[in-house]
């Protein structure tokens, strides 16, 4: 598999004199379902925002699809990458389909219309993300989960191989947070999308991802599966909690362990 | 050729289009067109216009007035046209007039433009200073064919003007104010007709020269001014013994002018003060027996 | 609207309000101080002093509903793009300096007395576009230090420039002369004019330009209502879009505060009215808010012209009265709809 994401050397910073982003490199394959995780402020979004082209870095190269990020204009880089950040109402009342549909804005027509191929990819985008009977309702009448797979479907529906997210779930109750990771898998596995989310759910990220990428402090990094990067002591030392992790068959889970975990006496240095 | 390119197109072929067809309609400045005929259907656009026109004998033929043209009692009766400001163009028009007089204000002179622009006959005359006043009455004597009796009324008010002059002579100066507003104050200065009629009368202007003509002034310069007489004009013609006590009870603060210790602050009837018309020696001799109530005694 | 758009139905509204628009045009212009027939203008010009129902007809009522259908449009579709760009509800054409620069630079031309003239008109119109225009690019650039198109950059220079401006005309007002003044206020006051055809005839072909560009970017307009990250994420060019939406916008509003001098409340209620009954989707807003627009303020410029006859209310006056309770009324009807009233 090739790798549709290359990122070579990549520093960046907010101010001439401090590096958020300290020559990084990394690829990632398509196809494949990748986890950003790390402490606050390691700079997460801002990697993010690095590879949908919305900052452009100090030094070093991107390369979308074989091809330098700059090299492509704002349409065609939107074929590409689609990007789903944090749920966000806007002022003026869109409604639902309406919002999904503006994910097709390059494709319009001459006087700004959708086709039948428009139409379609939203309808599907739609059910895919369960968010069909919606489709009528004002943005601003749904609930925080329902807006956020309303985000997600219109990400879907630009059908891009990419798909960026900055954690997804993070407002959200468990019966939607595990929805949507299973929406995400199901794109990942049925149309072969590419998956980048950051987020701050380490068991999440175990149990649905292929591969890891763990930001720490002053750009260290780790790439690679689960359970290589989400070592104890790389988690402790990314971030600086002390963290039980068992398996349940092959399911890792991850307990941190704080001053006030419960029998934390117990568990040895064997455990963890 | 994508869909910008069309619009860029059509916009220009439609100015370009503009320009062809309307282009030769504006720069005909038509001036003052002489009449064929005499002028019977007259619209007056200002109050001191209505008042020559009165003066002249055309009163029937006056057929639109302004809203504040007010004076002989006849010109209030007329159909009005709107007001000084805001004439009606419509009601103007409706009258199919073939002489409209007037001022040289800048709003009149868009209207008289348009109407110009459309051939109708239209006179506009500037009336800011006593000499313009008496080259007016001529124009507009000319213009409707009452030469005679313009020349008459002019002489008439420039004798009863020299007549009065010779009375209050060239001594004794009264130093006047002249009050427009209180509230803020503002007074008439050097460079209008209320300082001319005021020479005339006898008086000098107790303010020195300003930039405006009607300058806001402030109370330091109303105690040092020394003035020996305040004359308000009234804008209403009622209660004008309630004015008066009014206009007492507010300057009695400035005790140290001698206009206010000699009791000598006038309220009068504004009218013929106000607006540089035909009564210009009415209100001239108004004003002479405020500043020099000896010499009218008899 | 319920249902999605469509070009159908966007064809069937537009052209429907249009027809409204004529239809309002023809009776307003049937409507004034003096009583005219239209079988009287129908008999053709005459000579001149024949057919004053003619000339009242063709030389001033026409021009004068053409002028406020001209600015009507001009104002409402720009109110409408600056609320698109900034992202507020709040803004009207005015908020960026246009308005005080306008005035500032009419009550320049009011003062230094010019007397010539440009094609006929007075040169009070065309410093007041300059100044308008001028206005706006100093907004801009103060706005582009704030950092690339940081909306609340552009806002808060707005601010700045519109109270700076509005300190300066006071200023220069209390200096004026009496008459100069007078008019200048007439001025800011927003009135019609009666204007000759050729400034009507290229006014209305840079308005509808103006409005059609801007609807060819609509779509954009749309993905820039969930802001500029989002907007960039589905394909809209960021820079290009802003540039030429403010740009079209600031040129029609300059172009109407030329001719009709500062008519409020159009530019801010009119997107809002029609956001209310037909959606937030800018392909249909913009076209049905222009032609409201001019509807707005055609029946606004009447009022003002026979109310208090025969003086004439400026019609800023009447589309403040008129304005605030219909759009009230529209408000409570239609709250359901409106998702930030929640």
């Known amino acids: ?272 | 050729m994508n869909k910008w390119w069309w619009l860029l197109l059509i916009i220009t072929c439609w100015t370009a289009a503009g320009l062809a067809i309307f282009d030769r309609r504006q720069t005909q400045d038509c001036g003052d067109t002489p009449l064929a005929t005499r002028a019977d259907r007259i619209v007056s656009l200002a109050p001191n216009l209505t008042e020559i026109l009165f003066a002249l004998g055309l009163e029937k033929e006056i057929v639109r007035v302004t809203l504040d043209s007010d004076y002989p009692p006849a010109a209030a009766k007329k159909p009005k046209a709107g007001t000084f400001w805001q004439p009606n163009i419509e009601a103007i028009i409706a009258t199919r007039p073939n002489l409209i007089v007037t001022l040289a204000f800048e709003q009149q002179k868009n209207l008289a433009e348009r109407l110009k622009r459309i051939n109708y006959n239209c006179l506009t005359v500037n009336i800011e200073k006593v000499n313009d006043l008496f080259e007016a009455i001529e124009t507009i004597g000319e213009a409707t064919g009452n030469k005679l009796e313009a020349n008459e009324l002019v002489t008439n008010i420039r004798d009863n003007l020299d007549k009065l002059s010779a009375l209050v002579g060239t001594e004794d100066k009264v130093r006047v104010l002249w009050v427009v507003q209180r509230e803020p104050l503002r007074v008439a200065g050097h460079n209008t007709f209320i300082n001319e009629m005021l020479e005339l009368a006898g008086g000098e202007n107790a303010i020195g020269p300003t930039l405006h003509k009607y300058p806001p002034i402030g109370a330091e310069q109303v105690i040092v001014c020394g003035a020996d007489v305040i004359i308000e004009p009234s804008m209403q013609q009622k209660d004008l013994k309630e004015q008066q006590k009014n206009a007492n009870q507010y300057w009695n603060k400035f005790e140290n002018l001698p206009a206010v210790a000699n009791e000598r602050v006038y309220v009068i009837p504004g009218d013929t003060v106000s607006r540089l018309g035909p009564r210009l020696y009415e209100g001239t001799e108004t004003i002479a027996r405020c500043l020099r109530p000896e010499l009218f005694e008899n | 609207m319920k249902e999605l758009l469509t070009p159908k139905k966007l064809i069937f509204r537009v052209v429907s309000a249009l027809l409204v628009l004529v239809a309002v045009m023809l009776v307003c212009s049937l409507i004034g101080t003096e009583s005219i027939s239209l079988k009287a203008v129908f008999n053709g010009p005459g000579t001149q002093t024949a057919n004053p129902d003619y000339q009242i007809f063709v030389e001033f009522r026409l021009p004068r509903i053409i002028l406020a259908c001209l600015v009507g449009a001009a104002l409402a579709c720009s109110g409408v793009v600056f609320q698109a760009l900034l992202r507020n509800p709040l803004a009207d054409p005015y908020i960026l300096g246009i308005s005080s620069g306008a005035g500032l630079g009419a009550i320049i031309a009011v003062i230094c007395g010019f007397n010539w003239t440009v094609w006929g008109r007075s040169p009070i119109a065309v410093f007041a576009f300059a100044g308008a225009l001028g206005t706006v690019w100093l907004v801009w650039f103060i706005g582009r230090m704030a950092g690339r198109f940081h909306v609340t950059g552009l806002l808060l220079a707005g601010v700045v420039v519109n109270a700076f401006f509005s300190a300066v005309i006071m200023f220069l007002t209390s200096i004026a002369k009496s008459q100069q003044v007078y008019s200048t206020i007439f001025w800011l006051m927003g009135n019609m004019t009666e204007e000759d055809f050729l400034v009507l005839w290229i006014g209305s072909g840079c308005v509808i330009g103006g409005i059609i560009a801007l609807f060819y970017i609509s779509p954009q307009l749309n993905a820039l209502s969930f802001g500029e990250e989002d907007a960039r994420s589905m394909g809209v060019n960021i820079a290009g879009t802003q540039i030429i939406a403010f740009a079209i916008a600031a040129a029609i509003t300059a172009v109407a505060v030329s001719l009709s001098g500062l008519i409020g409340f159009v530019g801010l209620l009119v997107p809002h009215a029609v956001r209310l009954v037909f959606g937030p989707d800018h392909r249909q807003l913009l076209p049905l808010s222009g032609i409201v627009g001019a509807i707005f303020l055609v029946i606004a410029d009447t009022l003002a012209r026979i109310i208090i006859a025969p003086a004439q209310l400026p019609v800023g006056v009447v589309t403040a009265i008129l304005g605030g309770p219909f759009f009230l009324v529209l408000l409570v009807k239609y709250s359901r709809k409106v998702s930030w009233l929640k």
């Open chain 1, 1 to 272: 598999m090739s790798a549709i994401i290359e990122v070579k050397n990549l520093s960046f910073g907010y101010t001439p004199q401090n590096t958020i982003l300290k020559d990084i490199s990394f690829e990632i394959k398509a196809g494949t379902f990748l986890a950003i995780a790390g402490p606050n402020g390691a700079g997460k979004s801002t990697l993010l925002n690095l590879l949908c082209g919305a900052l452009k870095p100090k030094s070093g190269t991107i390369k979308i699809d074989a091809a330098p990020i700059e090299s492509y204009k704002s349409e065609a880089l939107a074929g590409k990458v689609a990007v789903v950040r944090q749920e966000f109402v806007p002022v003026f009342g869109f409604s639902v389909i309406e919002t999904v549909l503006m994910a097709r804005t390059p494709y319009f027509g001459t006087f700004g219309f959708e086709n039948k191929t428009d139409k379609q990819i939203v309808t599907e985008a739609l059910e895919a993300t369960d968010t069909a009977q919606f489709a009528l309702r004002p943005l601003g009448s749904l609930s925080g989960g329902e807006r956020q797979r309303v985000f997600i479907a219109r990400a879907l529906a630009a059908n891009s191989p990419v798909l960026l997210l900055d954690e997804p779930t993070s407002f959200l109750d468990l019966k939607h947070q595990v929805g949507i990771y299973d929406l995400l898998k199901n794109a990942q596995l049925e149309k072969g999308k590419t998956i980048v989310a950051i987020t701050h759910d380490i068991n999440m990220a175990a149990q649905y991802c292929d591969e890891i990428l763990l930001l720490g402090a002053n750009s260290s990094y780790h790439i690679g599966q689960a359970k290589d990067v989400f070592s104890p002591e790389q988690i402790e030392k990314v971030f600086g909690v002390r963290t039980f992790v068992g398996s349940l068959g092959r399911e890792k889970f991850f307990i941190p362990l704080g001053k006030f975990a419960k029998d934390s006496g117990q568990i040895t240095d064997k455990h963890i």
